[in-house]
């Protein structure tokens, strides 16, 4: 197809590109040939001639770089078959989504016939020469997800000069959604294994397997596998489909069409199916000893060893000691409220060590609640200003015009921390209730902070309740906290709860950020980096 295309041409477009293949040229030999019958302008050949050539010269020497300089980035697709030799598909896991707070845990690659494993603690910094070798990169989202997570991780680390992400390549046929919806539409299917896994859930096996899972481990790379080669069914689907679709109707007569594609046309029109060493990953762990062996369909991958693996352990007991040298007391109350008394709020009291975690409905029996604690500090989950120029909630209001965001929740959304605007209308009644409430506390001589469980977990890397709530519970309690719960199980609103309060003993212990502004106050979130609770 490369040598077919023409859209490297100063001045040519699809158009262009489409009227010389109508006139039976069809290729770069025979544009060259045809040049002067084809354009009257002395100049204009000797321009086409030069590049012409040059092209000719950038495919010898395989220099995918002249291309990707020269033909639009949504054109790359052209290059793929090319230089498939030097395509390599990846694919990556991380702690979480926020590329601020997150970090790779395993990239993955396959270059059509080996696949690569690069593991965190272990070689991952491998991946820095690995992809030296390679001009054309495959990925799913890469350019807004994985390459970013490279980049900040090895800032000199060279990409590949042609980044073809499928998610876009996808769409453009008329394909779209998640990775595994876009598989199942194209009838790819995975080991059943692995076939509930999505990327959310990755990050909980990552901590599964530092916390001694080695089965959470093998179905984390099983999934990453399964991940990089079906990119390039998928980018195998989608080149053939592109032909199909985009170049043959454009050419009527069959013997252009046969002439331009050769044998493979026949292939095309009939549905292309693409071919792949790996169809689904068997992957083993051989656990003896202090290293772990892994191995995919009886192959061996790589070797990580156990003790380089690093553990991040935050401790209660680290904290208290903190907020006990500033002279402050351990005792927060975490509330996770609702938008409305008739929905029961989660209301944490914590203590010391000690967790009593309630289910509230009424102000007033949350009042009631605090005042029997009598906290060092309340910290609310839910939005407690608003933004600089509103004077409330209602979208009817003139103050409208400032609009339904404060600086925290952009500064949030900056860092990859998914945040809903305080003044949505889903989320006005909830800022309403949690500013009343506030204006009460404060009233009584109490000190409130807001917090937001969902940034506190990303950044301690916990997963967020929708992903698996247990497993959060797990991670909270390993803190060395004691619960007292009113039911079991526990809900996730009192999980909130005390995640709330957690955020209460980081701004006692002085271990926090707060971010926003003086207009429109401060959100307070954990800051490991000036911490010592690890």
Same mark, same amino acid.
């Given at each position: 197809?490369?040598?077919?295309?023409?859209?490297?041409?100063?001045?040519?477009?699809?158009?262009?590109?489409?009227?010389?293949?109508?006139?039976?040229?069809?290729?770069?030999?025979?544009?060259?040939?045809?040049?002067?019958?084809?354009?009257?302008?002395?100049?204009?050949?000797?321009?086409?001639?030069?590049?012409?050539?040059?092209?000719?010269?950038?495919?010898?020497?395989?220099?995918?770089?002249?291309?990707?300089?020269?033909?639009?980035?949504?054109?790359?697709?052209?290059?793929?078959?090319?230089?498939?030799?030097?395509?390599?598909?990846?694919?990556?896991?991380?702690?979480?989504?926020?590329?601020?707070?997150?970090?790779?845990?395993?990239?993955?690659?396959?270059?059509?016939?080996?696949?690569?494993?690069?593991?965190?603690?272990?070689?991952?910094?491998?991946?820095?020469?690995?992809?030296?070798?390679?001009?054309?990169?495959?990925?799913?989202?890469?350019?807004?997800?994985?390459?970013?997570?490279?980049?900040?991780?090895?800032?000199?680390?060279?990409?590949?000069?042609?980044?073809?992400?499928?998610?876009?390549?996808?769409?453009?046929?008329?394909?779209?959604?998640?990775?595994?919806?876009?598989?199942?539409?194209?009838?790819?299917?995975?080991?059943?294994?692995?076939?509930?896994?999505?990327?959310?859930?990755?990050?909980?096996?990552?901590?599964?397997?530092?916390?001694?899972?080695?089965?959470?481990?093998?179905?984390?790379?099983?999934?990453?596998?399964?991940?990089?080669?079906?990119?390039?069914?998928?980018?195998?689907?989608?080149?053939?489909?592109?032909?199909?679709?985009?170049?043959?109707?454009?050419?009527?007569?069959?013997?252009?069409?046969?002439?331009?594609?050769?044998?493979?046309?026949?292939?095309?029109?009939?549905?292309?199916?693409?071919?792949?060493?790996?169809?689904?990953?068997?992957?083993?762990?051989?656990?003896?000893?202090?290293?772990?062996?892994?191995?995919?369909?009886?192959?061996?991958?790589?070797?990580?060893?156990?003790?380089?693996?690093?553990?991040?352990?935050?401790?209660?007991?680290?904290?208290?000691?903190?907020?006990?040298?500033?002279?402050?007391?351990?005792?927060?109350?975490?509330?996770?409220?609702?938008?409305?008394?008739?929905?029961?709020?989660?209301?944490?009291?914590?203590?010391?060590?000690?967790?009593?975690?309630?289910?509230?409905?009424?102000?007033?029996?949350?009042?009631?609640?605090?005042?029997?604690?009598?906290?060092?500090?309340?910290?609310?989950?839910?939005?407690?200003?608003?933004?600089?120029?509103?004077?409330?909630?209602?979208?009817?209001?003139?103050?409208?015009?400032?609009?339904?965001?404060?600086?925290?929740?952009?500064?949030?959304?900056?860092?990859? %921390?998914?945040? +809903? /605007?305080?003044?949505? !209308?889903?989320?006005? #009644?909830?800022?309403?209730?949690? &500013?009343? $409430?506030? =204006?009460?506390?404060?009233?009584?001589?109490?000190?409130? %902070?807001?917090? +937001? /469980?969902?940034?506190? !977990?990303?950044?301690? #890397?916990?997963?967020?309740?929708? &992903?698996? $709530?247990? =497993?959060?519970?797990?991670?909270?309690?390993?803190?060395?906290?004691?619960?007292?719960?009113?039911?079991?199980?526990?809900?996730?609103?009192?999980?909130?709860?005390?995640?709330?309060?957690?955020?209460?003993?980081?701004?006692?212990?002085?271990?926090?950020?707060?971010?926003?502004?003086?207009?429109?106050?401060?959100?307070?979130?954990?800051?490991?980096?000036?911490?010592?609770?690890?």
């Amino acid at each position: 197809m490369l040598q077919n295309t023409f859209l490297f041409l100063p001045g040519i477009g699809k158009k262009s590109e489409e009227d010389l293949w109508i006139n039976d040229i069809l290729d770069w030999d025979q544009l060259i040939l045809s040049l002067d019958r084809k354009y009257t302008s002395k100049t204009r050949q000797d321009i086409f001639r030069d590049h012409l050539f040059s092209a000719q010269e950038a495919l010898r020497k395989r220099d995918v770089s002249y291309f990707a300089e020269r033909i639009p980035q949504n054109q790359y697709w052209r290059l793929y078959k090319d230089f498939l030799d030097t395509t390599v598909f990846l694919d990556i896991e991380t702690t979480g989504l926020s590329t601020y707070y997150d970090v790779i845990t395993v990239i993955g690659t396959y270059d059509g016939k080996n696949t690569e494993l690069f593991v965190k603690d272990n070689n991952l910094e491998e991946i820095q020469d690995y992809l030296e070798q390679f001009e054309i990169l495959v990925t799913f989202n890469g350019k807004l997800f994985d390459v970013p997570f490279i980049q900040r991780t090895f800032p000199k680390i060279r990409i590949p000069p042609v980044h073809i992400d499928l998610r876009f390549l996808l769409k453009s046929i008329g394909i779209s959604g998640p990775l595994k919806v876009v598989e199942k539409k194209m009838n790819i299917a995975r080991d059943a294994d692995i076939t509930d896994i999505d990327g959310r859930e990755a990050a909980v096996l990552w901590s599964r397997f530092v916390k001694g899972d080695d089965d959470a481990l093998r179905d984390l790379i099983a999934y990453n596998i399964s991940d990089t080669v079906n990119l390039k069914k998928l980018m195998d689907i989608c080149y053939a489909t592109k032909i199909k679709r985009e170049i043959l109707p454009k050419l009527q007569n069959t013997t252009i069409q046969q002439t331009l594609f050769g044998p493979s046309r026949r292939e095309l029109l009939g549905g292309y199916q693409p071919k792949t060493e790996i169809v689904n990953p068997d992957v083993a762990i051989n656990s003896k000893g202090p290293a772990l062996e892994i191995f995919c369909n009886n192959k061996r991958l790589l070797s990580i060893q156990r003790k380089r693996i690093q553990k991040t352990e935050i401790k209660i007991t680290n904290l208290l000691g903190r907020i006990e040298s500033h002279d402050r007391k351990p005792l927060c109350v975490g509330i996770d409220l609702t938008g409305s008394e008739r929905r029961a709020s989660g209301v944490c009291v914590l203590s010391g060590k000690h967790v009593d975690l309630r289910l509230i409905k009424s102000d007033e029996d949350i009042i009631r609640t605090v005042e029997r604690a009598e906290p060092e500090i309340i910290s609310i989950d839910s939005p407690l200003s608003l933004p600089e120029g509103r004077c409330c909630v209602s979208d009817d209001c003139g103050c409208r015009q400032f609009g339904i965001m404060r600086e925290c929740e952009r500064i949030l959304k900056r860092r990859g %921390i998914n945040v +809903y /605007p305080c003044l949505i !209308q889903s989320m006005q #009644r909830l800022t309403q209730r949690g &500013i009343y $409430l506030t =204006e009460t506390f404060e009233d009584a001589g109490y000190e409130v %902070i807001e917090s +937001y /469980p969902g940034a506190a !977990q990303d950044i301690l #890397r916990f997963p967020r309740k929708r &992903i698996d $709530l247990r =497993e959060l519970e797990s991670d909270l309690m390993d803190m060395g906290v004691t619960p007292h719960c009113d039911r079991d199980p526990i809900t996730h609103d009192q999980i909130d709860a005390l995640t709330s309060a957690l955020v209460g003993y980081f701004f006692l212990a002085k271990q926090y950020e707060a971010i926003g502004n003086v207009e429109e106050g401060y959100l307070i979130i954990p800051d490991l980096e000036r911490s010592d609770v690890k």
